[in-house]
């Protein structure tokens, strides 16, 4: 399963954020919205998470068995959220909820033709309205050196802060480490 997959030094940031953000700083723009996916198709769920993950290095679901996978996606502490508009699937982001007070958005993206267009940001804003309705002391994230320039600008415009930085072995997709 590892063969396509090679073990790098990436520079992970983490963030957290100890309070709700406050009601009038959520914007959410009238033509999406975000629903809840329960018992998500193992093949579906692949083909978002590498459509959206594809460009940013995200491999975390393809590196694992698909049994294990489809555990972990049956788990009702794992909460995905397909952001949608009138036509179609835009992005996604999942909910870690095992630890209650301690919440973690583990992916959000966005499929690439709606990146730039502000849709970024309400789909943040939208989950992290779920995430603060189970109460958490705590929501939380990482991002790293290959995730979207603006990203880590955007979880502290947010309200998120810095909690740690490190250095980590992860492993990456052979051919997303190629030069373009």
Known sequence: ?????????VRTTYLEMGKPPLENDVEAREEITLRRWENP???HYLDLYREIGKRWGW????IIDRSELAAILQNPQLEIYILHNEESEIGYAELDCTNPSAIEIIYLGLKLG???QGFGKSLLQI???QAWRHHPERVWLHTCEF???????NYLNAGFVICDTKSELEYYPKDFLQPK
């Not at 399963?1 to 030094?9: G, S, T």
């Not at 995730?147 to 600008?153: F, R, T, W």
């Open 1 to 9: 399963m590892l063969q396509n997959f090679e073990k790098i030094r």
């Open 41 to 43: 198709d193992l093949q």
């Open 59 to 62: 491999c975390g679901r393809l």
């Open 114 to 116: 709606f990146i730039g």
């Open 127 to 129: 989950t992290l309205r």
């Open 147 to 153: 995730d979207h320039n603006s990203a880590l600008k």
